[in-house]
Nanobody
Framework: VQLQASGGGLVQAGGSLRLSCAAS????????IGWFRQAPGKEHEFVAVITRSGASTNYADSVKGRFTISRDNAKNTVYLQMNNLKPEDTAVYYC?????????????????WGQGTLVTVSS
């Protein structure tokens, strides 16, 4: 499966952005989709994950209550709605796919990655 992340940009603290992860090439509904982020000089950090049907989600503590992950399998797209953004949310955001029911939070468990989209939050 090929993944294309989009929707990043520059926003002031307290603002909102919606990221999209569009997939092609395989049956999208067979894949768990996760969002990760990488700040300069840091490793990939788990942000959120959604199961194949969208019935279950999981979030990092740092974004819980501010970010919402959702998916539209008819459109082969997963979304990450980010509200009340903080400067510490600044990073390149990546979506990743895993062919499994298991919804992991570690990057090593994912098989396919998009190219990333930059989110910059100014204070």
């Amino acid at each position: 499966v090929q993944l294309q992340a989009s929707g990043g940009g520059l926003v002031q603290a307290g603002g909102s952005l919606r990221l999209s992860c569009a997939a092609s090439g395989r049956t999208f509904s067979n894949y768990v989709i996760g969002w990760f982020r990488q700040a300069p000089g840091k490793e990939h950090e788990f942000v959120a994950v959604i199961t194949r049907s969208g019935a279950s989600t999981n979030y990092a503590d740092s974004v819980k209550g501010r970010f919402t992950i959702s998916r539209d399998n008819a459109k082969n797209t997963v979304y990450l709605q980010m509200n009340n953004l903080k400067p510490e949310d600044t990073a390149v955001y990546y979506c990743a796919a895993r062919y499994s029911e298991f919804a992991p939070t570690t990057p090593a468990h994912y098989d396919y990655w998009g190219q990333g989209t930059l989110v910059t939050v100014s204070s």
